[in-house]
């Protein structure tokens, strides 16, 4: 079975600075990795996917994980955040032969002006 | 709108009541889960369906916790003698992929008070 450990509960930062949220998934079989984030009051939506090929993967909204195998790890980072991506963020990991997806803790991000 | 919805978005109740939440998949989305999340907790997977068929359970489900999706759209979970630890956000989600792929559509989900 997979896990997923987000290293962060709470990670505060001024608006404009950069931020990388952590993320350590344990697999015995080939994964795919996802970021989810959850804006107040709303559900959770898809932010970014590895499924294949590149290990960089990237978002719309500036944001941009790479998948590491050697370190099992798929951390998301911005360089420059806005208040507007205060948010609830969730790792998450699945496989070809896995009907679930695990998700984990999450981590709260905070954006001060 | 034409994204997942879940009904009631809030419930209370009190201990030893049935309680049951309605989910109404994407129109074209075969696959449905249930997760649950607790605060400061990320979803735990419950159960999912393909199509009608329930395909697998965690064993988070209790006995006293039931899932149908009779027809293959909506989909109902139903706890029997609810528990103060029932207490949770119940979240209902859909997927068209056949494997680990795909992208789950969440809806807002139904927060459970049980008092």
């Known amino acids: 079975a997979q896990s997923v450990t987000q290293l962060d509960s709470q990670v505060p930062v001024f608006e404009e600075a950069p931020v990388e949220l952590r993320c350590n998934y344990s697999?015995?079989?080939?994964?795919?990795l996802f970021w989810y984030v959850q804006y107040p009051n709303q559900g959770l939506q898809l932010l970014l996917k590895?499924?294949?090929?590149?290990?960089l993967v990237k978002s719309i909204n500036g944001f941009e994980a790479e998948f590491n195998k050697s370190q099992t790890s798929f951390h998301l980072r911005k360089p420059s955040v806005h208040i507007s991506d205060t948010a609830e963020y969730f790792c998450?990991?699945?496989?070809?032969?896995?009907?679930?997806?695990?998700f984990g803790a999450g981590t709260r991000l905070t954006v001060k002006p | 709108d034409t994204g997942v919805s879940q009904d009631p978005r809030h419930k209370i109740t009190k201990r030893g009541q049935n309680v049951t939440f309605r989910c109404d998949p994407i129109?074209?989305?075969?696959?449905l889960y249930w997760y649950r999340q607790t605060l400061g907790q990320g979803p735990e997977f419950l159960t999912y369906?393909?199509?009608?068929?329930?395909?697998?359970k965690s064993r988070l489900l209790s006995d006293r916790f039931s899932a149908e999706r009779p027809k293959g759209s909506f989909s109902t979970l139903e706890i029997q003698r609810t528990e103060q630890g029932d207490s949770a956000m119940y979240l209902c989600?859909?997927?068209?992929?056949?494997?680990?792929?795909?992208?789950?559509?969440f809806g807002e989900g139904s927060r459970l008070t049980v008092l």
């Open positions: 989600a859909s997927s068209f992929r056949r494997d680990g792929s795909g992208e789950l559509f």
């Open positions: 697999s015995s079989v080939s994964v795919y």
């Open positions: 590895y499924l294949s090929g590149s290990t």
């Open positions: 998450a990991v699945s496989s070809l032969n896995n009907n679930d997806m695990r």
């Open positions: 129109s074209e989305h075969n696959r």
């Open positions: 369906f393909q199509n009608e068929a329930q395909l697998e």
